[in-house]
Nanobody
Framework: QVQLVESGGGLVQAGGSLRLSCAAS????????MGWFRQAPGKEREFVAA????????RHADSVKGRFTISRDNAKKLVYLQMSSLKPEDTAVYYC???????????????????WGQGTQVTVSS
């Protein structure tokens, strides 16, 4: 099993930047493909970005492509989401997720992930 804890959320003005971190404990992080999802009030949880076990493959939602970047440091057991050019519509609770998968796998659906963090709030003011 793996335990996930997100951090780095907060209040930022539109156009600003934040870097979210996801700290993993338990099993070796390189065992897991990782993803970031978000959920705004009254909306379903949506895919943001995903990264394969070694970091060689990434996927980003069209809504964040060119603005957000997912990365990972397996030695430090950390996964990051660098967010820039933030918009008010990026406001949501952001969740980190993990799935024990084959080495090249990346998943874009929430139901494909087995482990979840508690989330961190990101609020972007206009």
């Amino acid at each position: 099993q793996v335990q996930l804890v997100e951090s780095g959320g907060g209040l930022v003005q539109a156009g600003g930047s934040l870097r979210l971190s996801c700290a993993a404990s338990g099993r070796t992080l390189s065992t897991y493909a990782m993803g970031w999802f978000r959920q705004a009030p009254g909306k379903e949880r949506e895919f943001v970005a995903a990264i394969s076990r070694t970091g060689g493959t990434t996927r980003h939602a069209d809504s964040v492509k060119g603005r957000f970047t997912i990365s990972r440091d397996n030695a430090k057991k950390l996964v990051y989401l660098q967010m820039s050019s933030l918009k008010p519509e990026d406001t949501a609770v952001y969740y980190c997720a993990a799935n024990a998968a084959s080495i090249f796998w990346v998943g874009t659906s929430a139901h494909e992930y087995e482990y979840w963090g508690q989330g961190t709030q990101v609020t972007v003011s206009s």
